[in-house]
């Protein structure tokens, strides 16, 4: 649960070059309008606009985001070090090629990516294991809201009425 808690606040923080969204500026309250109204990817807005909770649900649940993106934290070496569980690692799931393989992975560079190796990787142990929840929870949907205006961001009822009336 904790490093749940460590991966998604990591996972807020790396879209630091994002703006959340800001009731003071006019292109975030015509973002924000123009989404609604015009309903561009077919999330269903006009059936809950008179209902206020319902349409922030729709912009703030990831699982309603019709758009279906993600965004992930890079797998890097030091990530993958917090990822896998020695247990797992220990195990019969993996090989013995497989662990040494990964095992000389881990002794490179803490900052080297290894995203291109995220599938193979993940692979290597056995689907409801603790390394591979851990590396799934490294990866999460977005809600509308973080598309538009970055991760973490979450529109309440006021920005949405300074969005409508503006």
């Known amino acids: 649960m904790i490093k749940s808690i460590i991966l998604t606040t990591m996972m807020l923080t790396s879209f630091g070059s ?3 969204f800001d009731q003071s500026n ?6 924000l309008k123009t989404e609604v109204n015009d309903d561009p990817i077919g999330m269903g807005y006009s059936g809950v606009t008179n209902v206020t909770s319902r349409l922030l649900a729709m912009l703030n649940e990831p699982e309603q985001n019709v758009g279906g993106e993600n ?5 890097t070496v030091d990530a993958l070090f917090d990822a896998v569980d020695p247990a797992d690692l220990d195990g019969p799931q993996v090989s013995q090629g497989e662990r040494d393989l990964l095992l000389s992975l881990m002794a490179r560079d803490l900052s080297l990516s290894l995203e291109h190796r995220r599938t193979q990787i993940r692979a290597w142990f056995r689907t409801n294991s603790t390394t591979v929840n851990n590396l799934d929870a490294m990866i999460r949907l977005l809600s509308r809201a973080e598309v538009l205006f970055g991760a973490g961001t979450v529109i ?9 009336d503006s």
């Not at 965004?71 to 797998?75: A, D, G, N, P, V």
């Open 18 to 20: 994002f703006a959340e």
């Open 26 to 31: 006019p292109a975030h309250l015509l973002t």
């Open 71 to 75: 965004t992930s934290i890079e797998l």
């Open 156 to 164: 309440s009822k006021a920005d949405w009425l300074a969005a409508r």
